[in-house]
């Protein structure tokens, strides 16, 4: 057997004192660093049904559209949640519908009375939003003004809240005048029109779909889907006082600090509406909802797999 000599033995020592040494250091900064990674949010993505279903508690059985949208049929459930859902998933602070449609002005006025709103003047018109949407808004509109910039509301009052009664009228502004067109241009019969102008809602949309799906657009000036320029009546976002129309859309500061404070572009190719969601960019993905990009601009909208 070797033996060892005193300073061989001296260097094994010192070595052996500097790996406990190390692993002691290390075992000190998990120790340390442990609360803080616990702490941190952790995202993770989730389908819209499945976000909805879990914030009204809905059954584990809801894994369709009609389950949330309970008054129409499978496909206009799906376009109605694919354009304007994201509200139903905002942050627990606002209040939303229950329903994917309000059937009446009944219905629109208990919700609106019930809430907890208040009004602005902005650029000389009424501007009413949940309270707080109107206080991300005004701190929103506050941080542009320190940089020079304004964020003023689009086509008046009704860029706030609306009444059930403005969501007809615009509705009917697209509507009645692309059924007009369509029928001097000899698509659609003067009494097939005439039968759509007094149908129920639910049935108007379900025609509208069908139209489109042939190329027979009813945006406006005939252009695009009339589902990306209005809402259907009943079924608008500013119905519940969470949306907001800007006039400064284009400009991409105006559109970070709104997204910074909540506001959020969630119908797309309307980039003049926002959405108060009341969420971090970073949460919308765990409330099942995912961007896309059109021109220059990102909306978010429900991931409906």
């Not at 120790?31 to 941190?40: E, G, I, K, T």
């Not at 952790?42 to 809801?62: D, H, I, N, Y």
């Not at 639910?202 to 320029?229: A, H, P, Y």
């Amino acid at each position: 057997m070797a033996v060892l000599g005193f300073p061989t033995m001296k260097r094994q020592m010192r070595v052996r004192q500097e790996n406990v040494m190390a692993i002691l250091l290390f075992a000190t900064v998990l120790f340390v660093l442990a609360p803080f990674a616990a702490a941190q949010p952790t995202f993770s993505t989730t389908t819209f049904l499945e976000a909805v279903r879990t914030k009204f508690g809905k059954p584990a059985s809801c894994k369709h559209p009609t389950c949330i949208c309970s008054i129409a049929d499978e496909s206009i459930a799906w376009r109605l949640l694919s354009e304007y859902g994201s509200i139903f998933v905002a942050a627990d602070a606002v209040r939303v519908p229950s329903h994917c449609i309000f059937e009446n002005e009944k219905q629109v006025t208990e919700f609106q009375s019930s809430s907890r709103s208040s009004s602005e003047i902005m650029s000389g018109v009424t501007i009413e939003l949940q309270d707080e949407a109107m206080t991300a808004l005004l701190n929103a509109q506050a941080e542009a003004r320190r940089i020079g910039l304004r964020i003023t509301p689009l086509d008046g009052s009704i860029a706030g809240k609306r009444s059930y009664s403005d969501t007809i009228r615009i509705w009917n502004s697209r509507y009645l005048r692309a059924l007009d067109h369509w029928v001097r241009r000899g698509k659609i019969s003067p009494e097939e029109a005439q039968t759509a102008r007094n149908d129920a809602v639910l049935v108007q949309i379900r025609k509208v779909m069908d139209w489109e799906s042939t190329g027979l657009n009813f945006g406006t000036n005939i252009k695009g889907s009339i589902f990306s320029s209005t809402a259907p009546p009943g079924t608008s976002q500013h119905l519940s006082m969470l949306a907001f129309d800007v006039v400064q859309y284009a400009n991409r500061n105006i559109r970070a600090i709104m997204n910074k404070h909540g506001w959020y572009q969630t119908v797309a190719n309307d980039p003049p509406h926002f959405t108060f969601l009341g969420l971090t960019e970073k949460e919308l993905p765990s409330r099942g909802l995912k961007n896309i990009v059109k021109g220059n601009y990102k909306f978010w909208v429900p991931d409906l797999k």
